[in-house]
């Protein structure tokens, strides 16, 4: 299947700062790309929808101006947590669309954040 | 999309079939079923997919009812490394913006030695 990774696995921070992570199509390109993030022990909660090219599509409640998306190119997308709080601590997890299978979403590894 | 219902967990002896239900009752014609699983701090993994005909990859296979409204995805010689969340989900296949995966509480399939 199609490779999706995402970099860095693992981050800790302070609060106030702000965290970039980046996710990637190795092998294919991506129109669309999605953040997700998952509390323990619950599901995966989709906070974002990212087209190349375009501004990203929020869901309800999450907060655009503290989780920056951009989508610059067919294979890169990249997640911003502004201003980070213990609160945003989580696992956020990226997900891409194969036009060639059908418009699978392949998922990333996800990327741990705790926020000091 | 449609909303599915799987049993919250499951459990499996190593090296027998592992068949996880799934019900769509509300499926619309247009919609896919897919299937993915999480192994515990992992991402999401893509198991398999399908419309209306049961199908199989070496991964699992997929049965979905003549009438659509459930499904099971079966593991035909689950091992331990089957140990994961799976989840069922049904999606619209087109593409659009607003064609995307939305999760549910899935099912924890535990396998035992």
């Known amino acids: 299947g199609a490779v999706v990774s995402q970099h860095p696995s693992r981050v800790i921070c302070k609060s106030g700062t702000s965290v970039k992570i980046e996710c990637r199509s190795l092998?294919?390109?991506?129109?669309?790309m999605f953040w997700y993030r998952q509390f323990p022990k619950k599901s995966l909660m989709l906070m974002a929808t990212?087209?190349?090219?375009?501004?990203?599509?929020?869901e309800q409640g999450v907060e655009k101006d503290k989780f920056l998306i951009n989508h610059a190119s067919l294979t890169l997308s990249t997640l911003t947590v502004t201003s980070a709080h213990p609160e945003d601590s989580s696992f956020y997890i990226c997900?891409?669309?194969?036009?060639?299978?059908?418009?699978?979403?392949?998922f990333g590894p996800g990327t741990r954040l705790t926020v000091l | 999309d449609a909303k599915t219902t799987q049993p919250p967990s499951m459990d499996c002896a190593e090296g027998r079939a592992a068949n996880l239900p799934c019900n769509h009752s509300?499926?619309?014609?247009?919609?896919?079923v897919y299937w993915y699983r999480q192994i515990h701090s992992q991402g999401p993994q893509y198991i398999i997919h399908?419309?209306?005909n049961n199908e199989t990859n070496e991964m699992a296979s997929l049965i979905i009812t003549e009438d659509r409204k459930s499904s099971t995805l079966i593991l035909p010689h689950a091992t331990l490394r089957d140990t994961a969340v799976y989840y069922c989900?049904?999606?619209?296949?087109?593409?659009?913006?607003?064609?995307?995966?939305?999760f549910g509480e899935g099912t924890q399939l535990t396998v035992n030695p």
């Open positions: 997900s891409a669309k194969d036009s060639q299978t059908q418009y699978t979403q392949y």
């Open positions: 092998d294919f390109q991506a129109t669309t």
């Open positions: 990212s087209n190349e090219g375009s501004k990203a599509t929020y």
């Open positions: 509300t499926i619309s014609g247009n919609e896919y």
């Open positions: 399908g419309l209306k």
């Open positions: 989900i049904v999606r619209v296949f087109r593409e659009t913006s607003g064609s995307r995966l939305t």
